[in-house]
């Protein structure tokens, strides 16, 4: 299922606050104190798409503050508008490759929170190498999470969502896989992500898995 065309960002929204990329906050000491003004719980969020669930949360949860990475840069910039359009203080869109930051950037026990929804499946066998959930990234999600932190894992594809769920038992200390309840939607995008509407709306399952630190 591709993606549908973006709506139109109004050039007069200053997008400054709200738009980072990986490449400033990989290279320079971690600080979401001086991302944020403020110290907090930090959840963040791997494929951010339009940024639905950023903006949701961000409203749900204003004693939390979210990150939001995602790799295109008209989606990202995108997310970062909804972001500022809607004068949301405890988000920020963050463009490039999200794996580089876990890697590069994002120091141990710091996170309350990862977010990984509906990530490409990359359908072929020789391209299985390229998906989010794998060993590298899962032992990022460990080392970066505090304890007691989750690890959120959805999609709609049944085979990725196995054999991401072995993985996560073979080479992860991870609590788990416990199932987050799905929910009636109470208006129109009252859901995690658009691609999470889009599938539910559509008829078809979306498989959820929830995991803690201990």
Partial sequence: MGRRALPKIDPAV?????LLTVAELADAPWDPVALFGRAAPLEIELGSGKGLFLQNAALTFPERDFLGIELAVRYARYCAYRLAKNG??????????????????????????VHVYFPDPWWKARHHKRRVMNEAFLADVVRTLHSGGRLHFWTDVQAY?????????????????????????EHDLDYRTHFERRTRLGGQPVYRAEYAKA
């Fill in 14 to 18: 200053d997008l400054s606050r709200h």
């Fill in 88 to 113: 949301i203080a405890n988000a920020r869109a963050v463009q490039g490759d999200g794996l580089r930051l876990f890697r590069q950037g994002i120091p141990a026990d710091s996170l309350a929170a």
């Fill in 161 to 185: 969502f196995d054999a991401s769920l072995e993985l996560i038992a073979a080479k992860t200390p991870l609590v788990g896989p416990l199932e987050p309840p799905e929910r009636p939607a």
